[in-house]
């Protein structure tokens, strides 16, 4: 499928919640749908030839979330590590994390930590997962390396080297699922110029069809980037 310079695709995973409660199971059923729709959006990417895949699979704010749940959502990322780091190592996939992997339970932070130099020299597909992540922290982050860096001046480019994202262009085009039309903390200094899609499906039911339509949608818009077509 062309995918139009669709290099960096970013997704907000949500409505794992509702899903499940539509189906009168508990949430955390949703969000162990999300894992199999997760990998198939993996897959998906490396049949399109989308070369960056960025998820937003915890957030700063989730912590606030049931013990229940957040211990749930932290296994479930733990099992996918585990499971899935030979089908990265074998599919080219380079997964990288954005967020403050520090507050994550210890079991977690290893098998991250595994898959992520087993894959380090993979370059087919980046996955970046953001764990413990919210763009506002990311900023804050950035500005007190600055400071502790005593940078006498910073511009755009030089400001970029301190974000999660540094090594990365920013998305090109940003889906969240289930219909809501917000970002939820997510990437703010990098969306400048994303392109956003909001298919009403809920994660759990996420699949390469809805991925298909989202390229389709985005291959038609017009990119200017602030300037002027043909000029
Ligand atoms: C949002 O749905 C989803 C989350 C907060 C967690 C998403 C995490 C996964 C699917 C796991 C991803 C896994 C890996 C391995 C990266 P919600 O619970 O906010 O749904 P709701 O809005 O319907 O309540």
């Known amino acids: 499928m062309k995918t139009n310079n669709l290099e960096h695709l970013a997704v907000i995973m949500d409505g794992n919640g509702r899903w499940a409660t539509k189906r009168g199971k508990p949430r955390l059923y949703g969000h162990k749908a999300g894992i199999e729709s997760f990998k198939r959006t993996i897959k998906a ?17 989730n912590w606030s979330r049931p013990k229940e ?4 959502i932290m296994d479930l990322i733990n099992e996918f590590c585990k499971t899935d780091t030979d089908f990265a190592v074998e599919n080219g996939i380079q997964v990288v994390t954005m967020g403050d992997l520090s507050k994550l339970p210890e ?28 763009a506002r922290s990311e900023i804050i982050r950035a500005l007190n390396l600055i400071i502790q860096d005593n940078l006498p001046f910073c511009d755009e480019q030089i400001f970029k080297k301190y974000l999660y994202t540094s090594n990365l262009p920013d998305p090109d085009l940003i889906i969240r699922a289930s219909g809501e039309k917000r970002l939820s903390n997510f990437m703010l200094y990098q969306c400048a110029y994303s392109e956003f899609y909001f298919p009403k499906t809920h994660w759990p039911d996420f699949n390469k069809r809805v991925i298909k339509k989202a390229i389709k949608v985005y291959n038609k818009r017009n990119r200017r980037f602030g300037g002027l077509k043909n000029y």
Do not use: P, R
């Not at 749940?69 to 749930?72: I, K, L």
């Open 69 to 72: 749940e957040v211990d749930g």
């Open 45 to 61: 990417c490396l049949e399109f030839n989308i070369h960056i895949l960025s998820v937003y699979a915890f957030s700063t704010e």
């Open 107 to 134: 079991n977690l932070q290893i098998s991250l930590t595994n898959m992520i130099e087993k894959t380090i020299n993979n370059n087919k597909l980046i996955l970046n997962i953001g764990i413990n992540y919210g």
